[in-house]
């Protein structure tokens, strides 16, 4: 089946640095990529949409200057949480629609903990 | 409006038992798809089975098939023969026309020996 990477799969920081999620589909191309976030014992919840050459698309109540979201490649999509606090601790995860196919695909998630 | 709902958050099953679990959803989309994924305590998730909304068969794989009732807009999940590795969070998930993913809140499953 396909494959989506999430690097790194977990992270810790320190309050007020910035940190980058990267999303890679392995092996197919991806237009879109999804954000999602989960927090312990809840479901996923969606934080944007990531379209490759555009502006992506956040959900109500997420703010766009603290997510950053980039979709540089048909295979990347790159999530930066800038000034992170320790409320922004969760796992993360990320999907890729196969363009081919439209089948989306779910990454292996990445837990951030802001100390 | 909530599109998925999963009642229980918790079950239990014994080893080698059968186990529902529930989910229920609401669209008007005459075409979506359902999904079921499990989480293990590593995070990752881990696709089961999807049914498609013109499917009329009810969909199978291996040990997973799920009752799909669609005048009841249900999607149970049937797990036969439940193993000790079942043990984990099962998440129902809907997936509308604009192929957005809507998650349940998601059920703990614990496989007793």
């Known amino acids: 089946g396909a494959v989506v990477s999430q690097h790194p799969s977990w992270v810790i920081c320190k309050s007020g640095t910035s940190v980058k999620i990267e999303c890679r589909s392995l092996d197919f191309q991806a237009t879109t990529m999804f954000w999602y976030r989960q927090f312990p014992k809840q479901s996923l919840m969606l934080m944007a949409t990531?379209?490759?050459?555009?502006?992506?698309?956040?959900e109500q109540g997420v703010e766009k200057d603290k997510f950053l979201i980039n979709h540089a490649s048909l295979t990347l999509s790159t999530l930066t949480v800038t000034s992170a606090h320790p409320e922004d601790s969760s796992f993360y995860i990320c999907?890729?629609?196969?363009?081919?196919?439209?089948?989306?695909?779910f990454g292996p998630g990445t837990r951030l903990t802001v100390t | 409006a909530q599109k998925i709902t999963q009642t229980q958050p918790g079950m239990f099953v014994q080893e080698k038992e059968a186990v529902t679990l529930d989910c229920t959803y609401d669209?008007?989309?005459?075409?979506?798809?359902l999904f079921w994924y499990k989480q293990p305590s590593s995070g990752e998730m881990i696709f089961l089975i999807y049914q498609g909304s013109y499917d009329q068969q009810n969909a199978t794989e291996g040990r997973y098939s799920l009752n799909f009732q669609k005048a009841r807009k249900s999607a149970n999940l049937v797990i036969s023969a439940s193993q000790l590795g079942d043990s984990a969070m099962y998440f129902c998930?809907?997936?509308?026309?604009?192929?957005?993913?809507?998650f349940g809140t998601g059920t703990s499953l614990t496989v007793i020996p």
């Open positions: 999907s890729a629609r196969d363009v081919l196919i439209y089948e989306q695909y």
């Open positions: 669209t008007s989309d005459p075409s979506y798809g």
């Open positions: 998930a809907m997936r509308d026309t604009g192929n957005q993913f809507y």
């Open positions: 990531s379209n490759e050459g555009s502006k992506a698309t956040y």
